[in-house]
């Protein structure tokens, strides 16, 4: 088993920057892949970006691409989404899952998901 706990939701204004963090614990393994999903109110979950704990690899949805950036601390079990210039449709519950498998952005693939982290970008 793999908890995930999210932190550092919000309110943050258009244009500021705010970084969500996710501590994982249990059994979790370099060969994990680690995700960040959300969903923006009353739309369906989406993918944000994805790290793998071994070589660091990342992609990004085209969407936040160039303006969010996912990280890892392997040595706190921690992994960061710094979101820089966020929009108004950026406002979401964003949610931290871990796969144990390829990078992907699926979220059918990632089998333990946190409970989620509430942000909402002001214009």
């Known amino acids: 088993q793999v908890q995930l706990v999210e932190s550092g939701g919000g309110l943050v204004q258009a244009g500021g920057s705010l970084r969500l963090s996710c501590a994982a614990s249990?059994?979790?393994?370099?060969?994990?892949?680690m995700g960040w999903f959300r969903r923006p109110p009353g739309k369906e979950r989406e993918f944000v970006a994805g790290?793998?704990?071994?070589?660091?690899?990342?992609i990004y949805a085209d969407s936040v691409k160039g303006r969010f950036t996912i990280s890892k601390d392997n040595a706190k079990n921690t992994v960061y989404l710094q979101m820089n210039s966020p929009k108004p449709e950026d406002t979401a519950v964003y949610y931290c899952a871990a796969a144990n498998g390829v990078l992907t952005a699926r979220p059918a693939a990632y089998g333990y998901w946190g409970q989620g982290t509430q942000v909402t970008v002001s214009s």
């Open positions: 790290i793998t704990w071994g070589r660091g690899t990342t």
């Open positions: 249990g059994r979790t393994s370099s060969t994990y892949t």
